[in-house]
């Protein structure tokens, strides 16, 4: 094993046992070169003042060497904020707004007690370190039985972990708390779980509220306390669209500190946050009361990042900083919350109006993108190829009876006729 590696191993075993037990042999095996290209180019860039042939850029006057055509529909930017490479964590000013911002909307985080974000090529490069530096072959990840797709890829198929499923809803259509407790304890004899919150959840659009809250911290306590370690990774690709009664704070806020067992990780980004789904461009953040950690975390962090993206794109994290320092960005991202939450309670009143008969019921929803019809006597994906067919209209199937509506990209005065349209589909099918 290299002698970094072993270094960063040896931090982990002293400063916090548990998160050291809880790595994959790649994250046991990974680590960041401080001798090398990277390592001499930093020391070149502040100390050669006559040349520097260290870095693979060309250069023309003084500056990254660049095509007009190019520049001239970016002339508002400076070309070394988007030609050069970004830092392999990410452009240092937007790690330090990203973190201030995250303080502002999570009142309950301190300012320690976590680490500095690490920039990631938006939420899917962010779950897949958790996965290469957690998962191993045989571990399980515990995730609701209502989630994204790319879990299973990113987890079961590249890692080859287990995923356990879980209930995302009780008999009272709430947070299954107990099940996730279940799910957990049932790790025991492995003594390691990933545990994945995705809250607003894809694709129910469901946000649990404070008591279910306090319910999902107990159980992972309660986890915790009968010996399992624990990866609680914070999924919140939608934080802060929470549209009526819920959480509004992630919970990595209250799971930091919740176990010297639990291992707090958050995975967002301005991806959705901030509308720029092309920009790629999130952030993973690891929670610990012993700054060592965080360090050693942070370097296999970017070991992970220099071993297959080498950095994030510069051009995207320099837009988004300029984003997050505008005085407008505030106002203008109130803005399109007030349309979402339109939207989304637009939604909710035709589903309770009562003119859909009982053809189908929906899945609570109150936050985020998404919501999910349950239908009654049809299956979801004939709907959704009928609807496809014969209306023009997408929709996601999902499994035998929900059907997956994104109200996200639906105007407001265009609901009715979507959900009108999508009632005439089943009652077409259920006729015939």
Same mark, same amino acid.
């Given at each position: ?124 490069? !962010? $779950? ?7 998962? %191993? *072959? =045989?571990?399980?990840? &515990? @995730?609701? /039985? ?32 107990? !099940? $996730? ?7 025991? %004899? *492995? =003594?390691?779980?990933? &545990? @994945?919150? /995705? ?234």
């Amino acid at each position: 094993m290299n002698p970094l590696a072993q270094q960063l191993n040896e931090t982990l075993q002293k400063e916090s046992p548990n998160v050291y037990a809880m790595l994959s042999n790649l994250g046991k095996a990974i680590y960041f070169p401080k001798e090398g290209i990277l390592s001499q180019s930093a020391e070149a860039k502040s100390k050669a003042t006559k040349f520097n042939a260290t870095i693979g850029i060309a250069t023309e006057g003084g500056q990254p060497m660049h095509l007009k055509v190019i520049q001239d529909t970016l002339s508002a930017y400076n070309p070394k904020d988007i030609y050069e490479y970004a830092p392999p964590g990410g452009k240092p000013e937007l790690r330090s707004a990203w973190r201030a911002k995250m303080i502002k909307e999570n009142p309950s985080l301190t300012s320690g007690g976590f680490g500095n974000p690490v920039v990631t090529n938006a939420l899917t490069h !962010g $779950l897949s370190i958790v996965a290469d530096l957690f998962a %191993d *072959k =045989g571990d399980s990840v &515990v @995730i609701p /039985n209502k989630n994204w797709e790319n879990y299973e890829l990113t987890f079961g198929v590249r890692r080859e972990a287990n995923i356990v499923e879980y209930p995302l809803y009780n008999e009272d259509m709430r947070f299954n708390s107990a !099940g $996730l407790r279940e799910a957990l304890l049932a790790q025991k %004899d *492995k =003594g390691k779980a990933i &545990v @994945i919150l /995705n809250f607003p959840n894809n694709p129910t659009g469901y946000t649990p509220g404070q008591q279910e809250g306090d319910e999902i911290v107990a159980a992972i306590r309660d986890a915790a306390d009968a010996g399992v370690n624990i990866v609680a990774v914070t999924d919140d690709a939608y934080f802060g669209l929470f549209f009526e009664n819920s959480l509004q704070e992630s919970l990595f806020s209250r799971l930091a500190e919740v176990h010297p067992r639990v291992l707090a990780v958050k995975v967002d980004g301005a991806t959705k946050e901030e509308y720029v789904w092309g920009f790629r461009v999130g952030f993973i953040t690891y929670a610990s009361n012993s700054e060592a950690t965080l360090a050693a975390l942070e370097q296999k962090t970017l070991g992970i990042i220099r071993s297959t993206i080498s950095s994030g794109p510069h051009p995207s994290q320099t837009f988004v900083l300029h984003a997050l320092q505008s005085p407008l960005f505030e106002e203008q991202k109130a803005e399109k919350y007030d349309i979402m939450k339109r939207r989304a309670n637009e939604v909710k009143s035709l589903l309770d109006s009562g003119r859909y008969g009982d053809v189908w019921g929906y899945y609570p929803f109150n936050s985020g993108y998404f919501m999910c019809l349950k239908l009654s006597n049809i299956t979801a994906e004939a709907v959704r190829t009928h609807l496809l067919n014969e209306y023009g209209i997408g929709t996601i199937a999902l499994g035998e009876t929900d059907l997956r509506v994104a109200f996200s990209c639906i105007e407001e005065e265009n609901l009715e006729e979507l959900f009108d349209t999508i009632y005439k589909a089943v009652t077409d099918l259920t006729a015939s």
